[in-house]
């Protein structure tokens, strides 16, 4: 039997974060040797998460620096386990933000990995494996990943654009599937950024009556653009009177606090507010617009990996893709600087050549 000295680790380029006010750098990680059901795969693109920077900077707890970042990455395989069935050399693959689970839990065994209540989900970066170390994303050259947490990219999808849907596609596929967005059904997407431009393309693939809440109209055009039928500022006050009890589903994509008495009053009967971005402070919620229409208010995290399959042959099928801009490893600073600022449209892609 191989021991832990037995392994030959593989050195990679990567950037990774060393506090949570210092920069980005370059460095190296080493990934471990290829087990009986492990896929390694070259890491052609990786997305930058806006949850990549509130880890970074220490915003949702202490990581264990150094962090490589990145759960939104894509592929090309360059070796296989010799129990490996899914996939072979030369395979687009990806993986989004977990790469192992308990497997034995209720959640696990309904595909809900995300929602793991053993171990609870093993981050793609800033936890830890099965193997005692530490799990390094997707800002690297390459990665060694269980074929169980691998997803297949079809080849209709560029690797670049195909990158994003593994976080930003999954958390908004998983709601607009779970709450029944389609033919008329009447959704709203606050906000029109990474999260949010995402949420309008598939819930209009989906077939839904869509309209974007946005703080201002200052990306009305682009909303139209990508699909949505209506577009109001949330600025103005008279936008709460014209849509009271319109809508079947509300996604919040934004993580700022927001007034969700006045939100939840654009509800139907019956209809559901869910979370999805995560503001820093507790939400207040006013019970009487809750209880008024007998509403919900949910969230959501991510999707299981059959659902995330599920959301990239949807987005192959129907020519659904994120809007991006690619950039160099080492403009990587300056994008986080970009993204604080919403200074992007939509996601900023990784392209990782260089680190291979």
């Known amino acids: 039997m191989k021991t832990k000295e037995d392994e030959t680790l593989t050195t990679v380029s990567a950037y990774a974060a060393t506090s949570a006010t210092e920069p980005l750098t370059k460095t190296t990680i080493t990934r471990r040797d290829v087990g009986p059901h492990d896929v390694a795969f070259d890491i052609h693109f990786a997305g930058i998460c806006h949850s990549d920077i509130h880890t970074v900077k220490a915003e949702w707890g202490q990581p264990n620096y150094p962090v490589v970042p990145g759960h939104e990455i894509a592929g090309v395989v360059t070796e296989v386990g010799s129990e490996v069935t899914k996939y072979k050399v030369g395979d687009h693959v990806g993986v989004g933000c977990f790469v192992d689970s308990c497997r034995e839990c209720e959640n696990c065994k309904d595909g809900l990995q995300q929602y793991c209540t053993g171990t609870g989900m093993v981050g793609t970066y800033n936890a830890v494996g099965r193997d005692g170390e ?123 606090n927001l007034d969700l008495g006045a939100y939840l009053g654009l509800l139907k009967r019956d209809g559901t507010l869910v979370e999805l971005g995560m503001p820093e402070r507790p939400m207040e919620v006013p019970p009487f617009p809750l209880a008024g229409m007998r509403r919900s208010l949910s969230g959501s995290m991510i999707g299981g990996i059959p659902e995330t399959q599920e959301m990239l042959d949807f987005c192959a099928e129907h020519d659904v893709a994120p809007e991006i801009e690619v950039v160099q490893p080492e403009y990587v600073n300056e994008a986080y600087e970009r993204v604080l600022a919403s200074d992007v449209r939509y996601r900023f892609v990784i392209d990782t050549s260089t680190l291979r």
């Open 134 to 256: 530490p799990t390094q994303g997707g800002y690297s050259g390459a990665i060694v990943v269980d074929e169980n947490y691998v997803l297949r990219i079809p080849e209709s999808i560029p690797l670049d654009k195909a990158a994003p849907l593994l976080c930003a596609g999954i958390t908004l596929f998983s709601p607009l599937r779970h709450w029944e967005a389609g033919p008329g059904k009447s959704v709203a997407i606050i906000g029109l950024g990474g999260l949010g431009h995402m949420g309008v393309k598939l819930a209009k693939a989906m077939g839904a009556h869509v309209t974007v809440l946005s703080q201002s109209l200052k990306k009305m055009e682009d909303g139209l653009r990508l699909g949505a039928d209506e577009y109001y500022a949330t600025s103005d006050n008279d936008t709460f009177k014209a849509l009271r009890g319109k809508f079947d589903l509300i996604l919040n994509t934004v993580s700022a």
